[in-house]
């Protein structure tokens, strides 16, 4: 059914006068909160991206690797996958964290630069392209295929990239659009 978004007040939610699906839920935004995030997330990104998440022991040699060194590896066998790799993993995550600190900096100190619509727009594009559980997912599935044939250990990295994991999410799930955009036209 065809809906209109109602205007709700915070924690509020709207069904469906059909089927009593939610159709829209009216989240608090906390700007300070989703900053703090941000910041968090920055900070962790460095090393999660850069110290190594696995080290695979095999034959004598031992070999650690990172996010991107790992992405980079594969570009002669696989430019298109290891360009997916670095956007949904690396780039993507990395630009919706600065995106979502600079709107909520912008709301917490009521700016509204002329780039905040730019921002927003970037955001809203982002959120689809955000997949860090993807490549963790496929991070796991290759570590029990090489389990039978290396040693593997894991290395710091993969505790900053499960953290780093966690506050994206907590950011993705916390993040109300609808709510920047209607900071910035009632400017």
Not at 61 to 74: K, P, Q, S
Not at 109 to 130: D, E, I
Not at 147 to 153: N, T
Request: a positive charge.
């Amino acid at each position: 059914m065809v809906s209109k978004r109602p205007n709700l007040q915070s924690g509020y939610v709207a069904k469906c006068a059909r089927c009593q699906r939610t159709i829209y839920t009216a989240k608090v935004v906390r700007p300070d909160k989703m900053f703090a995030l941000a910041i968090s997330a920055l900070m962790v990104c460095i090393p999660a991206f850069s110290f190594p998440l696995i080290s695979v022991h095999l034959l004598g040699i031992t070999e650690g690797t990172n996010l991107i060194h790992g992405a980079i590896m594969m570009i002669d066998i696989a430019p298109l996958v290891s360009f997916m790799v670095l956007f949904c993993a690396v780039l993507s995550p990395t630009l919706l964290t600065l995106c979502m600190a600079f709107s909520s900096f912008c709301m917490m100190y009521n700016k509204r630069p002329a780039m905040l619509n730019y921002v927003l727009k970037l955001t809203s594009a982002l959120l689809h392209w955000s997949m860090l559980e993807v490549y963790l997912i496929s991070l796991m599935v290759a570590i029990v295929k090489l389990m039978s044939y290396a040693d593997l250990y894991y290395g710091s990295g993969m505790l900053f990239f499960i953290a780093l994991l966690i506050i994206n999410m907590t950011m993705i799930s916390e993040y109300n659009n609808v709510k920047y955009w209607e900071y910035l036209r009632n400017g």
